[in-house]
């Protein structure tokens, strides 16, 4: 499975984006699917994962109320991104773990697949 992520640019505090992922080569609707974000100077971190059925959900406090993430469980999922602050400036990647899994793991290290990453940038 090849991710690819899309979406990201620049914005002003309190504007919203929706981030996708588009997956090839394989039934993207058979994996956990999972955002993480890099800020300038930190480490990556989780932001939201979703489920197989797409019905479960678990997101970041971070984020939490903010952020949500989704799938049409076909070819691409989607993390619509409201009420951005400049803490949310960074790199955001998805990822999908293996089809045989099925937590929704906050663990980067449990995902096999990533996408190359989107730039998101929030101006005050």
């Known amino acids: 499975v090849q991710l690819q992520a899309s979406g990201g640019g620049l914005v002003q505090a309190g504007d919203s984006l929706r981030l996708s992922c588009a997956a090839s080569?394989?039934?993207?609707?058979?994996?956990?699917m999972g955002w993480f974000r890099r800020a300038p100077g930190k480490e990556r971190e989780f932001v939201a994962v979703?489920?197989?059925?797409?019905?479960?959900k678990d997101y970041a406090d971070s984020v939490k109320g903010r952020f949500t993430i989704s799938r049409d469980n076909a070819n691409t999922a989607y993390l619509q991104m409201n009420s951005l602050n400049p803490e949310d400036t960074a790199v955001y990647y998805c990822?999908?773990?293996?089809?045989?899994?099925?937590?929704?793991?906050?663990?980067?290290?449990?995902?096999?697949?990533w996408g190359q990453g989107t730039l998101v940038t929030v101006s005050s």
């Open positions: 990822a999908g773990r293996d089809r045989s899994q099925t937590f929704m793991s906050r663990s980067q290290s449990q995902y096999s697949y």
């Open positions: 080569g394989g039934t993207f609707g058979n994996v956990v």
């Open positions: 979703i489920n197989k059925s797409g019905v479960r």
